[in-house]
């Protein structure tokens, strides 16, 4: 592994199902986000994690859960699936969240489309 | 509110400079980001600016008035791979990224 991988890659989804994206990073970094990117929108922090053991909510984490049981791995659960919730979900990780000047590192995304 | 204005589109010519926009609004500032993101692909990092100046690196260089709440992307010497999205990106008071749309640069020969 080097940097950051997510799975899966892209992913029809049921309404109602629930659904874990996968996250993990080998930089050894101490924070974590999930994003999500929707046309002719910005990127919008979703949740995030300064260090293991410790979760935070962002701009819109309605439907969203995450966990950080270790500094590796980020998942982001959809408890019930919607159809808004379709979009590109990246995962991004820094060398220390809760201070300035932390270039954010980004995982391929997972595409997931809510039908 | 908290907001990133960038221009949604631009297009320029091979071996040209473009200049990409910024301004925000944003509770408290951290410094600002600009990221690289070619289609179907992750955003990368280009900059970081948390002073007023121009930081320059090699091709791309960004400037920052954080008096006027306005920062540039300078891109030289236009190559057909600059073609992506330029995201600007402010860190608040929370040291949360707040992130603008994103410009769609088009490269012409």
């Known amino acids: 592994i080097a940097g950051i991988t997510q799975a899966p890659t892209s992913q029809i989804l049921a309404a109602g199902r629930r659904m874990t994206l996968r996250c993990t990073q080998d930089?050894?970094?101490?924070?974590m986000y999930w994003y999500r990117q929707d046309l002719g929108l910005g990127l919008r922090l979703i949740h995030y994690?300064?260090?293991?053991?410790?979760?935070g909510k962002g701009e819109v984490p309605d439907g969203y859960s995450v966990s950080r049981a270790n500094t590796d791995d980020f998942p982001l659960t959809l408890a019930s699936a919607v159809p808004s919730q379709t979009s590109v979900y990246f995962c991004?990780?820094?060398?220390?969240?809760?201070?300035?000047?932390?270039?954010?590192?980004f995982g391929p995304g997972t595409r997931l489309t809510v039908l | 509110g908290q907001n990133i204005d960038q221009p949604t589109e631009m297009t320029a010519t091979e071996g040209a400079i473009v200049q990409i926009n910024c301004t925000y609004q944003t509770s408290g500032f951290n410094g600002l980001f600009w990221y690289q993101q070619h289609a179907g692909e992750a955003p990368t990092f280009l900059s970081y600016?948390?002073l007023d100046g121009l930081e320059e690196k090699g091709r791309f260089s960004s400037f920052l008035s954080r008096s006027k709440g306005y920062s540039y992307l300078l891109l030289k010497e236009l190559q057909m791979k600059d073609s992506a999205s330029y995201l600007c990106?402010?860190?608040?008071?929370?040291?949360?990224?707040?992130w603008g749309a994103g410009t769609k640069l088009i490269i012409k020969p």
């Open positions: 991004a990780s820094s060398d220390s969240g809760g201070s300035p000047y932390n270039e954010q590192f």
């Open positions: 930089m050894r970094h101490n924070a």
């Open positions: 990106a402010v860190m608040d008071s929370n040291y949360q990224l707040i």
């Open positions: 994690s300064n260090t293991a053991g410790t979760t």
């Open positions: 600016n948390v």
